[in-house]
């Protein structure tokens, strides 16, 4: 996961990074995993900047979904902050750019979402349910986005 | 190109809300 070189760009880019290790910073681990409930390794938990966990990674992930699940918690910490514009580009990002991993669903549901909360446009929630009908049809997020058209 | 991850976590939550950036912690058990 890490040594991929988009992944290491995304993370400089976009998050001051830290970690705790389980036996050489085993004190830190402890008081960390219990802060934020991590119990297991490789968790990733992407803080925004008041440190409140908007997204969790548990488990080793190959690169391409590894780094789709970081661009969406980067989005997702977009949205917390109800920054619509931006959350709404780096949701579309992923659909576009790692469209065949697992996150791209998830982000194609958030981004007529986040359209929506921007604009309050409910054409933004009916060309979303409209575009699962042409991918990701068996997906739980297609389900989620059926409602909407 | 790598990542410089701190451990110092209290340090970089500090930083993260100074420069109003998000935090990216991965507790780790792989060897260093």
Redesign the interface.
Same mark, same amino acid.
């Given at each position: 996961m $890490?040594p991929d070189?988009r992944v %290491?760009?995304f993370?400089?880019d976009? @998050?001051?990074?830290?970690? %705790?290790?389980?036996?050489?910073?085993s004190a830190? @681990?402890q008081k960390?995993?219990e802060k934020?409930n991590?119990q $297991?390794?490789?968790?990733?938990?992407?803080?925004?900047?008041?440190?409140v966990e908007?997204h969790r990674i548990e488990g080793f992930l190959p690169a391409d979904e590894f780094l789709a699940q970081?661009m969406l918690g980067?989005a997702q910490?977009a949205f917390s902050q109800q920054q619509w514009d931006e959350a709404e580009r780096r949701f579309r990002e992923i659909v576009e750019r790692l469209p065949d991993t697992d996150a791209a669903p998830e982000a194609l549901y958030w981004a007529g979402a986040t359209a929506y909360k921007g604009s309050h446009d409910p054409s933004s929630l009916t060309k979303t349910a409209e575009a699962f009908r042409e991918r990701y049809q068996d997906s739980t997020w297609a389900k989620k986005a059926s409602v909407w058209g | 190109?790598?990542?410089?991850? /701190?451990?110092?976590?209290d340090n970089? !939550?500090k930083? /993260?809300?100074q420069?109003?950036?998000?935090?990216? !912690?991965?507790?780790? /058990?792989?060897p260093?």
């Open positions: $890490w070189q %290491v760009k993370v400089n976009n @998050f001051l990074p830290a970690r %705790v290790h389980a036996k050489d910073d830190l @681990f960390f995993g934020y991590a $297991w390794t490789p968790t990733i938990l992407e803080l925004d900047s008041a440190g908007r970081l980067r910490i | 190109m790598e990542i410089n991850f /701190a451990h110092d976590v970089v !939550l930083q /993260a809300s420069l109003n950036k998000p935090v990216l !912690l991965d507790f780790s /058990a792989a260093m």
